[in-house]
């Protein structure tokens, strides 16, 4: 069945980046903000679409055409965003709310920083426009994040098909 790949891989990876979160979460709850943190989750998106795109070609009779491969690529991005959205909700809303208010200081701290580049009068409104509340999760600001998302996550799935399609069957045996 053509789905199993993208389900099996897109709920490892979001498993994976659930965990790497957790990761950080408890070993510094202000690491859990870096972006090498958050920027590394590509790392298991990537290597599960390209897993599932692996998977279903080595089952395909012949080459590994374009649309599956886009397919899968796509779909287990979707299943593994899925995942870790939901977690975030979870852990913004109900797990540990304080970190809505960690947040908006990192945030802070990082216009304070910046305040040569942006210009002090820019920096000031951007510290009146980012309060802690502004940050508060909601079903639609989650919904709306979640679907933002999509547009990297096909732009990632484009880059791996296209390293996966034409493929005749990873050495099959």
């Avoid at 950080?24 to 958050?38: A, G, I, N, T, W």
């Avoid at 040569?116 to 909601?138: I, V």
Wanted: aromatic fraction near 16%; hydrophobic fraction near 50%.
């Amino acid at each position: 069945m053509r789905n199993s790949s993208i389900v099996k891989f897109g709920a490892m990876a979001g498993v994976a980046v659930v965990l790497w979160h957790l990761l950080f979460h408890s070993l510094d709850k202000k690491l859990y903000f870096r972006l090498e943190v958050q920027w590394g989750v590509l790392l298991f998106y990537v290597l599960a679409m390209y897993l599932a795109c692996r998977n279903e070609a080595k089952q395909s009779e012949g080459l590994f055409a374009w649309q599956p491969a886009l397919r899968t690529a796509f779909g287990t991005f979707v299943v593994a965003h899925l995942i870790a959205h939901v977690f975030y909700f979870v852990l913004f809303k109900f797990i540990d709310p304080g970190l809505i208010n960690l947040q908006a200081e990192i945030l802070s701290e990082g216009i304070e920083r910046s305040k040569d580049l942006l210009g002090e009068e820019n920096a000031w409104k951007m510290q009146d426009q980012y309060k802690a509340e502004d940050f508060k999760p909601t079903f639609q600001k989650s919904a709306f994040s979640f679907a933002f998302g999509l547009i990297g996550g096909f732009i990632l799935a484009l880059a791996v098909a296209w390293t996966t399609y034409g493929k005749s069957a990873f050495n099959k045996k």
